[in-house]
């Protein structure tokens, strides 16, 4: 599966150390600034149309539709962070302060033809949308870690871990489990059924960085240096926020119909009469809105990596390794294996796999890599 990672914008300012690892070893401060765009299927002319603009022609269209899968997903983060990391000895602190802002959508082929061409050109069809997914967050991560360096005769090994506090601003989630859409041939009628839920934050209270939901999130990692190679397993961002009693959710799950409008006399023909037809439908649609208490997830990284110093005139070390993504969209299920299996899979993160090698010049730190996944 392709990866499209579309980094924005990256400004890291290290103080009081020089940024010569991956890993900072001496007391430092940092300011970071990321946007990235991800999909799993998209390419980098889908994301210079949807930031930039232009016009839009047909062989676009059928090029993106070509690349899709039958289940897609984009991803997207705009953060800041200000982290402090500060070693005693065998003992390290780390403290940070994040704004966060993330968008994920995960949607199938037929509804991006839908939103492309319409439904003309799938007379007789039945489209599917199932699993489409919606998410908005945007919330504040303050973040304290600990580590210990324990010796094992000539190697090291270091175990670490820190807790965050989730400070909820907004949260905008939308779920189709099933939905279907038929057109019959010649556009005769169109139906439509589905199963939505849907969970929204009170707008009315939309301050920057209005507290509408607290959470917690957990870290943990391990590593193990022998004989000049280091050795990764961690667990990074593992949470979730509880919104408040003023979120709302609304749930429909329904069947739905449209004959069109039989027009008797032309001259006849005014709003009201298309108002009075449109309002028999209507009262087909029945939304369940109701107020109570939210869970949702924030995406958690699960992993392993080799690190191996290299004697080379250019590149200084290597690291192997993999990453998996786990976010469930919804808080539907209990504690089990198979909760955890539905947040890898909702993520829509496939295994990600990649070779990346450091180079340290004069007045940058180069980082080529080679992937597949994500």
Do not use: C
Not at 64 to 69: A, F, G, Q
Not at 321 to 326: H, S
């Amino acid at each position: 599966m392709k990866k499209l990672i579309f980094p924005l914008l990256i400004l890291i300012l290290p103080v009081f150390s020089h940024a010569a690892d991956t890993t900072l070893t001496n007391d430092s401060i940092s300011w970071k600034s990321e946007i990235s765009l991800e999909s799993n299927s998209l390419n980098m002319d889908f994301a210079n149309r949807m930031l930039f603009g232009g016009y839009i022609n047909e062989s676009q269209k059928n090029s993106w539709i070509s690349k899709l899968d039958d289940n897609n997903t984009i991803f997207s983060e705009v953060s800041n962070t200000l982290s402090f990391h500060r070693n005693f000895g065998d003992n390290s602190f780390f403290f940070s302060i994040a704004d966060r802002n993330l968008a994920k959508m995960s949607f199938t082929k037929d509804l991006m033809k839908v939103a492309l061409f319409g439904n003309y050109n799938y007379q007789g069809d039945t489209l599917h949308f199932d699993k489409t997914n919606f998410t908005l967050d945007r919330f504040q991560q303050i973040k304290l870690g600990y580590g210990k360096i324990f010796k094992i005769q000539e190697n090291n090994l270091t175990i670490s871990t820190a807790v965050s506090y989730l400070n909820g601003n907004h949260h905008l989630s939308f779920t189709a489990e099933n939905a279907s859409f038929y057109t019959a041939p010649f556009g005769a009628h169109n139906s439509l059924d589905y199963d939505i839920n849907a969970f929204a934050t009170d707008t009315a209270n939309f301050k920057y960085f209005q507290n509408n939901g607290n959470g917690f999130a957990f870290d943990f990692a391990i590593n193990f240096e022998s004989k000049n190679k280091k050795y990764t397993l961690y667990l990074d961002d593992l949470g979730y926020i509880n919104w408040k009693e003023s979120a709302l959710k609304y749930n429909t799950d329904t069947s739905f119909s449209f004959n069109g409008f039989e027009i008797e006399n032309l001259l006849d023909f005014n709003d009201s009469i298309l108002e009075a037809e449109s309002d028999k439908y209507l009262e087909d649609i029945y939304i369940k809105a109701r107020k109570g208490t939210v869970k949702s997830y924030i995406p958690a990284n699960f992993g392993f990596k080799m690190e191996t110093p290299l004697n080379d005139l250019y590149f200084s070390k290597y690291i192997v390794g993999f990453n998996l993504k786990w976010q469930p969209n919804q808080d539907n299920k209990l504690l089990s294996f198979e909760k955890v299996l539905q947040g890898f899979y909702e993520s829509g993160y496939s295994p990600y796999f990649y070779l990346r090698t450091f180079a340290q010049t004069k007045y940058a730190l180069l980082i080529p890599q080679i992937a597949i996944g994500g």
